[in-house]
């Protein structure tokens, strides 16, 4: 029987068409995933690698940056305490500063703790729990620990032999350790390393932070210009762009810090170049169609108090102050005028890992939101990525922020470490959690009615001491399945690491990280759409 236009077996079929072609249609989106990032190849999501300890130093992922510095147990932020040989006390800035300076404890706590601040290999200030620094300003002086800033009265040597120190004022005088326990800047002489008042224990309570602080600092700035040439023009290299191409990642996110604004001569310690090593990045990254994310991942006067906040002594200074903050949306404004219209940028991470204890929300969200503006004025879009609270947050209280209206990402990262919680678990506990807890986070923000969803960060690492390569294996997997749903994608910490686990290339290498069919699995997307197609247009003409 003949299909006459417009009868009624015409319609009939045409009806079948259209639900055969839809339900095609659905099957696709569910098998090539219901979300897709605008300007990815293939219409896919972000399989990303970070590329951290390159532009933004940390002295975790490549320790022997720091090898060569003079006294490298004393950098910026580094905790000691002084204990009086002659009256076995520790020396105390009382209240934990903002008055007087004894030496009167029989053990150490947060007064008797002193931040360096490095001003050469050998000479220092000292800056007390509260944020007063230790003052004499004249030979013969009692010590004070009342000075906001510091000066030339706030600056001593400190001279070292088998853990015993003396401390010297710019005049050559040496503080002692009086009878009435007190602190004074009139030792007679020069003291020898016998058990005098004038010569103290010093304990090295922590030495955490080797960020691009410490590292320009310690080294002064000519040798750590050399060193950081050096490691930005090795650290990562156009053949690891090829390296991730091949490797189906398509975006990498690149930590950089604010000084990168002032580029080639921001203000000191901070040494000059990481922009050139960008614009290269942006360049290897167009060569291989890869797509780049710039994190700003240090903040002026610190938003988090970690090494890679390029903080000094582990103050957070970031969010009480107007003019860090108007400076950072500087920043930003910089980045977004320079980058907006490259092939290569995909998005622009706001500010990484704000601290929740010391970073009110409200004042996160105001920075967001002008932060989102700034970018939106040189791009309608560019992805605006604004990361989660580190601490005790929940990522849904971005998500009731309504920070921006077109292609806004909250950025969450997810360790199993750095807490407590992952202590006593087992290789399958571990699994088990990524499977039950992520996937279900992950589930419940990708349906919620807002941003869409990134694990920025995540590592191939856990707190099992006995696990073997299938365990691995099996917890990389779990993660990639599970992360492989957030609804922008996911990036990995990091490409390079002294720390294999953490190292994406040596994962892959050894075959500890198996990334699964993407990209190819993009052109079988591709195909199964062509081919949903054809058989559409058959169905419509044919039938």
């Known amino acids: 029987m003949d299909k006459a236009f417009g009868g009624p077996a015409f319609f009939m079929e045409l009806g079948f068409s259209k639900w055969v072609c839809a339900f095609l249609l659905s099957c ?46 004393m950098l910026d932020g580094t905790e000691v305490q002084f204990k009086s040989v002659t009256l076995q006390k520790y020396v105390c800035a009382e209240n934990g500063g903002g008055s007087n300076v004894t030496v009167s404890r029989d053990v150490a706590s947060s007064w008797e703790t002193f931040k360096l601040w490095r001003v050469s290999e050998s000479k220092f200030q000292l800056r007390t729990s509260k944020g007063q620094f230790i003052s004499c300003d004249r030979e013969g002086c009692s010590v004070s620990a009342t000075a906001e800033y510091p000066s030339t009265s706030e600056t001593f040597f400190i001279e ?54 410490q590292l320009a600092n310690g080294y002064g700035r000519d040798k750590a210009k050399e060193v950081l040439k050096r ?16 490797n189906g990642i398509n975006t990498v996110r690149i930590p950089v810090g604010w000084w990168i604004a002032s580029d080639p001569d921001p203000p ?29 991942h240090a903040a002026p006067g610190s938003q988090n108090g970690m090494e890679h906040s390029a903080s000094q002594d582990g103050f957070i200074g970031w969010p009480t102050s107007p003019d860090y903050i108007s400076k950072t949306l500087d920043v930003i404004d910089f980045l977004a005028s320079r980058y907006a219209t490259h092939p290569a940028l995909l998005g622009i991470e706001l500010l990484n890992e704000p601290s929740a204890p010391t970073v009110p929300l409200d004042t996160l969200v105001s920075f967001y939101m002008r932060g989102y503006q700034i970018v939106r004025k040189y791009s309608p879009t560019a992805y605006v990525i604004i990361c989660q609270r580190i601490g005790n947050a929940d990522p849904l209280e971005l998500y009731q922020a309504n920070i921006g209206t077109h292609n806004v990402v909250v950025d969450l990262h997810f360790y199993n470490l750095f807490d407590t919680f992952f202590l006593n678990m087992s290789s399958a506990d571990n699994i088990q959690f990524i499977y039950k807890s992520r996937e279900a986070q992950l589930q419940a923000l990708n349906s919620s009615n807002g941003p ?74 591709s195909l199964m759409l062509l081919g949903i197609t054809c058989a559409c247009f058959y169905l419509y003409h044919f039938l």
């Open 28 to 73: 696709w989106l569910i098998f090539s995933g219901a979300y897709s990032v605008e300007g990815l190849r293939g219409d896919s999501k972000v399989r990303g690698v970070n590329l951290g300890g390159w532009l933004v130093v940390e002295g975790w992922i490549k320790p022997s940056l720091f090898d060569g510095i003079p006294n490298g147990d």
């Open 160 to 213: 070292r032999k088998n853990g015993r120190v003396h401390i010297k004022l710019e005049s050559g005088a040496y503080l002692q350790a009086t009878t009435g326990n007190q602190l004074s800047g009139d030792y007679p002489g020069m003291p020898g390393w016998d058990d005098n008042a004038g010569t103290f224990e010093m304990t090295i309570v922590a030495n955490n932070l080797h960020g691009d602080y």
């Open 231 to 246: 490691h930005r023009n090795s650290f990562i290299t156009v053949e690891d762009f090829n390296f991730l191409h091949r």
């Open 268 to 296: 000191a310690p901070f040494i000059g170049g990481t922009l050139v090593a960008l614009d290269n990045a942006f360049s290897w990254a167009q060569a291989y169609d890869i797509k780049c994310i710039i994190d700003l």
């Open 452 to 525: 869409l969803v990134f694990v920025g960060e995540w590592v191939n690492e856990w707190n099992v001491t006995t696990g073997s390569k299938t365990d691995y294996q099996e917890f990389g997997k779990a993660q990639l399945e599970v992360y492989n749903a957030a609804s922008f994608g996911w990036a990995y910490w990091t490409l390079k690491n002294d720390r294999q686990h953490w190292d994406f290339e040596w994962n892959i290498k050894n075959n500890y990280l198996q990334l699964g069919d993407s990209p190819n699995k993009q052109s079988l997307n």
